[in-house]
T-cell receptor, first 112, second 114 residues
């Protein structure tokens, strides 16, 4: 069995400030890790994923996440956020069952 | 490419009524999924399909049935709707050969059961 814990349900941050959205997972097998983003009234879109290799993965819009096996974490960071980053962010884990298990989500609100 | 589409976008039902949600994908994906999204609970898997003619139960299957008669379509049925089924329903699809295949999501169906 696998599970995902997103430690913060709401994260308000001012524009141009850095942000970290925390994600911890548990699994008895090797996993693949994902961050999805959901803008208001839309479906989920893949932001970035860790499959293997370098533990630091990046997205095209400036987000990055680091896989830490010893701490079973996959935190999402961005050094400077924009108003347009306001959205809900979901961490997800996929193991051998080819299914995604999602965390409960973190609402990121960027304030002017 | 339209990607993953869902019909309808909104629906209001009375307790005990039935309905079918339609999901269609034009990416020739093998795997398809139905999730429900509730506040503070993330997405929970209802049912999924690993190919045409096959379906399997997910985490919260009770009260729902599914069918995958064609590869591109995945139907979710509610035989007797209950207020606890008020939720936003998302369909997704993936290539399916590996567990790291990205899932592509539809825009969602907002269902209210009175």
């Amino acid at each position: 069995a696998q599970s995902v814990t997103q430690l913060d349900s709401q994260v308000p941050v001012f524009e141009e400030a850095p942000v970290e959205l925390r994600c911890n997972y548990s699994s008895s097998v090797s996993v693949y890790l994902f961050w999805y983003v959901q803008y208001p009234n839309q479906g989920l879109q893949l932001l970035l994923k860790y499959l293997s290799g370098s533990t630091l993965v990046e997205s095209i819009n400036g987000f990055e996440a680091e896989f830490n096996k010893s701490q079973t974490s996959f935190h999402l960071r961005k050094p400077s956020v924009h108003i347009s980053d306001t959205a809900e962010y979901f961490c997800a884990v996929s193991g051998s069952a080819r299914q995604l298990t999602f965390g409960s989500g973190t609402q990121l609100t960027v304030l002017p | 490419n339209a990607g993953v589409t869902q019909t309808p976008k909104f629906r209001v039902l009375k307790t005990g009524q039935s309905m079918t949600l339609l999901c269609a994908q034009d990416m020739n994906h093998e795997y398809m999924y139905w999730y429900r999204q509730d506040p503070g609970m993330g997405l929970r898997l209802i049912h999924y399909s690993v190919g045409e003619g096959t379906t399997a139960k997910g985490e919260v299957p009770d009260g729902y049935n599914v069918s995958r008669l064609k590869k591109q379509n995945f139907l979710l049925g509610l035989e007797s709707a209950a207020p606890s089924q008020t939720s936003v329903y998302f369909c997704a699809s993936s290539l399916g050969q590996n567990s790291y295949n990205e899932q592509f999501f539809g825009p969602g169906t907002r269902l209210t059961v009175l």
